[in-house]
């Protein structure tokens, strides 16, 4: 599902609410949690998940395509580990 689908789809189930009153409240949700891991935060929500940022340090790659080492610089990138209430859904058989 992406953005927009999903906006559709809470527009769907809400007809009180419009759909650029959806794509607004999405909009700061998502703002929010940005707004959370920028400020090297965590943001859970329960039973889904957790996003936290994570540090990679500074290394020697390789051009896939020439095979030429390139530096790869440090970065901060984000990561999910999903909630035990998603785990148990995901494999319920």
Do not use: Y
Not at 22 to 43: N, T, Y
Not at 73 to 82: I, N, Q
Request: glycine share 8%; aromatic share 4%.
């Amino acid at each position: 599902m992406i953005k927009s689908e999903l906006i559709a789809r809470l527009a769907e189930e809400n007809p009180h609410l419009t759909q650029r009153d959806v794509e607004r409240v999405v909009g700061v949700i998502l703002e929010r949690m940005i707004q959370a891991l920028e400020a090297d935060g965590r943001v859970e929500l329960r039973g889904f998940g957790a996003l936290s940022v994570r540090s990679r340090d500074a290394r020697s790659g390789r051009n896939p395509r020439t095979g030429e080492a390139v530096d790869v610089r440090a970065k901060h990138v984000p990561f999910f580990k999903s909630g035990k209430e998603l785990r148990e859904r995901l494999n319920a058989d």
